[in-house]
């Protein structure tokens, strides 16, 4: 992956490769996620994804997100709309919780404090269901297929969503991303156009 976007001449940004400051760069920069839903690959359960995000002056401006093993290719962006495997999908049309699926999930840097608590439990407890599929990114394109109608997770990192973000925002999904610490963490929701964030 590092060796095909190297010739773009644009700096890669990742969990494995993170020696600059993103928020300062004013050329693009890729995101890269070669294994998002690592423990899933392993073990080879459910989903898991390579993500790549297009980033400038901290905007997402284009996602791909290939899954595996399905081997489907989704990718959009903002002003590119949001397509899977080239055919054009949108967001589900739920409009009340007590139908609606959440996806989330808890990353291994989850610190179980009483107020990660209180916020998780106030969140799910309005969805019909709740799901977690071990892999952000695959969450994220699940919601922006309409599979899902909503996706909250607290001390997420960067390179797990911004990918599936970018799809996400071409298929027209709301979302509220908040930075939460400086190695790149952030409390993120996201939803289709009905559901309030």
Do not use: H
């Not at 989850?110 to 969450?139: C, H, Q, V």
């Amino acid at each position: 992956i590092y060796k095909k976007l190297k010739k773009y001449g644009f700096k890669i940004f990742s969990e494995e490769s993170r020696k600059f400051d993103i928020s300062k760069e004013k050329d693009y920069v890729w995101i890269v996620d070669p294994v998002d839903g690592t423990f899933n690959y392993v073990r080879n359960i459910n989903s898991c994804a390579i993500s790549l995000a297009l980033y400038k002056e901290n905007k997402i401006i284009f996602g791909v997100v290939g899954l595996y093993p399905s081997m489907d290719i989704y990718f959009g962006g903002k002003k590119y709309g949001a397509y899977k495997n080239n055919k054009k999908i949108q967001l589900s049309k739920t409009k009340i919780y007590r139908n609606a699926v959440l996806a989330t999930g808890f990353p291994s840097n989850s610190k179980f404090t009483p107020l990660y608590k209180k916020n998780f439990f106030n969140i799910i407890k309005k969805f019909a269901k709740i799901r977690m599929i071990g892999s952000a990114a695959s969450s994220l394109v699940f919601l922006a297929d309409g599979f899902i109608d909503q996706y909250y997770e607290q001390n997420i990192k960067l390179w797990d969503v911004a990918g599936g973000l970018a799809i996400c925002e071409g298929a027209g999904a709301k979302f509220k991303l908040d930075k939460i610490d400086k190695n790149y963490s952030y409390n993120l929701k996201v939803s289709n156009k009905f559901l309030s964030i």
